[in-house]
């Protein structure tokens, strides 16, 4: 069946193996970034985009140039090229699927049941890209690349359609938190920008999570137990206790919309010595500090009890980019209007996570985000109807057309 150019490029994205990896420091922090990156960079070449360049950290980049005599500011769309290290992008093998209700049979051995997965209530009558049960699909964020692409192709084949200079961006390392360390904003040189990377149809958003993560680090000391007592004071049990001592219900599990959280993302430890790593996320920048000062307190307190045995450290990672573009709400005004426009629903919700988009628009280029129109990213239960993709497309076509005539 012949399908939609966005979905022909989406569907051979895919199959590329782009998986990042946390405990990296090089960006890229996988090299097979660049099998993708170098695969974009003559797709753009081929579309006619100018200035189509590469870099050492795997960043691409390139530019339709205007076809309108007007003065018209750069307008930018990014997308990211990897993929979550949580689960494999490599053997990707994508299938389309009528859905008309029911479980969702991915293979033999995996189901997707309304009752646990109830937004497939949404889509019925669609048709999914889906995963076959063994990798992640890869629509975070290939879906947005492809969307990009698809819409740079329509305005190249319809040149009537009026349009400013249109910057291009994808970027690695983005799953890993390190998307924009090297993003080139000067060179970027737009005005504002989207990124293509959020959830079902409809999603816009300019809010995103204030995020750290946070080691602490615990001193034992190992005896042999058969001669332990009053001697052994073992590592892991002290990191258990400062983990207790955190509130229960600001847990992920426990959490939604512009609640935060502590994360206890992994552990480990011996009796000797034990490490605790966790995530710490707030929409607001005031209950994001407690959040620190609060771990930090305890380390304080358990130190006077057993003699300096713990030591901690945070690293912020991102802020809240809504701090920049509630000052710049005209860009996402733009985006609302061009949705509903094409009747579609908005929906304005905080990330509860962050983008690259965070980074960028406290590096100068105010970055909210638009909809991919996937679900369930990061596992084996990710997939995108068709139509949400070229709906993506349209609405990135329509943004740029809006804005050239404003």
């Given at each position: 069946?012949?399908?939609?150019?966005?979905?022909?490029?989406?569907?051979?994205?895919?199959?590329?193996?782009?998986q990042?990896?946390?405990?990296?420091e090089?960006?890229?922090?996988?090299?097979?970034?660049?099998?993708?990156?170098?695969?974009?960079?003559?797709?753009?070449?081929?579309?006619?985009?100018?200035?189509?360049?590469?870099?050492?950290?795997?960043?691409?980049?390139?530019?339709?140039?205007?076809?309108?005599?007007?003065?018209?500011?750069?307008?930018?769309?990014?997308?990211?090229?990897?993929?979550?290290?949580?689960?494999?992008?490599?053997?990707?093998?994508?299938?389309?699927?009528?859905?008309?209700?029911?479980?969702?049979?991915?293979?033999d051995?995996?189901?997707?049941?309304p009752?646990?997965?109830?937004?497939?209530?949404?889509?019925?009558?669609?048709?999914?890209?889906?995963?076959?049960?063994?990798?992640?699909?890869?629509?975070?964020?290939?879906?947005?690349?492809?969307?990009?692409?698809?819409?740079?192709?329509?305005?190249?084949?319809n040149?009537?359609?009026?349009?400013?200079?249109?910057?291009?961006?994808?970027?690695?390392?983005?799953?890993?938190?390190?998307?924009?360390?090297?993003?080139?904003?000067?060179?970027?040189?737009?005005?504002?920008?989207?990124?293509?990377?959020g959830?079902?149809?409809?999603?816009l958003?300019?809010?995103?999570?204030?995020?750290?993560?946070?080691?602490?680090?615990?001193?034992?000391?190992?005896?042999?137990?058969?001669?332990?007592?009053?001697?052994?004071?073992?590592?892991?049990?002290?990191?258990?206790?400062?983990?207790?001592?955190?509130?229960?219900?600001?847990?992920?599990?426990?959490?939604?919309?512009?609640?935060?959280?502590?994360?206890?993302?992994?552990?480990?430890?011996?009796?000797?010595?034990?490490?605790?790593?966790?995530?710490?996320?707030?929409?607001?920048?005031?209950?994001f500090?407690?959040?620190?000062?609060?771990?930090?307190?305890?380390?304080?307190?358990?130190?006077?009890?057993?003699?300096?045995?713990?030591?901690i450290?945070?690293?912020?990672?991102?802020?809240?980019?809504?701090?920049?573009?509630?000052?710049e709400?005209?860009?996402?005004?733009?985006?609302?209007?061009?949705?509903?426009?094409?009747?579609?629903?908005?929906?304005?919700?905080?990330?509860r996570?962050?983008?690259?988009?965070?980074?960028?628009?406290?590096?100068?280029?105010?970055?909210p985000?638009?909809?991919?129109?996937?679900?369930?990213?990061?596992?084996?239960?990710?997939?995108?109807?068709?139509?949400?993709?070229?709906?993506?497309?349209?609405?990135?076509?329509?943004?740029?057309?809006?804005?050239?005539?404003?």
């Open positions: 069946m012949n399908y939609s150019d966005v979905i022909t490029r989406f569907l051979r994205y895919v199959k590329i193996d782009t990042s990896a946390p405990d990296q090089s960006v890229p922090s996988t090299h097979k970034q660049f099998d993708l990156a170098h695969i974009l960079v003559e797709e753009m070449k081929e579309l006619g985009l100018q200035d189509v360049r590469i870099d050492e950290h795997c960043y691409v980049y390139g530019t339709l140039p205007s076809n309108v005599d007007d003065d018209v500011d750069p307008i930018g769309f990014v997308a990211h090229m990897d993929t979550a290290p949580d689960f494999s992008g490599k053997g990707v093998n994508p299938q389309i699927i009528k859905y008309e209700g029911g479980p969702l049979k991915l293979s051995s995996v189901l997707m049941d009752v646990e997965f109830p937004e497939l209530e949404d889509v019925i009558g669609e048709e999914l890209i889906t995963t076959d049960g063994t990798t992640l699909l890869g629509a975070d964020n290939k879906a947005g690349i492809a969307e990009i692409l698809s819409a740079i192709k329509h305005l190249v084949d040149p009537h359609i009026k349009h400013g200079p249109v910057r291009i961006a994808f970027t690695p390392d983005e799953e890993v938190g390190r998307g924009a360390d090297f993003f080139d904003v000067k060179g970027f040189d737009a005005k504002f920008a989207y990124t293509v990377d959830g079902p149809v409809g999603e958003e300019y809010e995103s999570f204030n995020a750290a993560s946070t080691v602490v680090h615990v001193k034992g000391n190992s005896i042999h137990p058969g001669s332990a007592k009053n001697k052994m004071i073992n590592a892991q049990l002290l990191a258990m206790e400062f983990f207790n001592m955190l509130p229960v219900q600001e847990r992920p599990e426990y959490t939604e919309g512009y609640e935060g959280f502590y994360l206890l993302h992994s552990m480990e430890g011996t009796v000797e010595e034990a490490t605790l790593s966790f995530i710490i996320r707030d929409h607001s920048k005031e209950e500090e407690a959040k620190k000062k609060y771990m930090t307190a305890c380390v304080e307190f358990l130190n006077k009890k057993y003699g300096d045995r713990f030591t450290e945070h690293k912020d990672s991102y802020y809240n980019m809504g701090e920049i573009l509630e000052k709400f005209h860009i996402v005004e733009l985006a609302k209007e061009v949705m509903e426009e094409q009747g579609i629903k908005v929906d304005i919700v905080p990330i996570g962050g983008t690259d988009g965070s980074r960028l628009s406290f590096m100068g280029l105010p970055t985000n638009l909809f991919t129109g996937g679900y369930y990213y990061h596992g084996k239960y990710e997939m995108i109807p068709v139509s949400a993709m070229e709906k993506a497309r349209d609405v990135i076509v329509g943004i740029i057309e809006k804005h050239a005539q404003k």
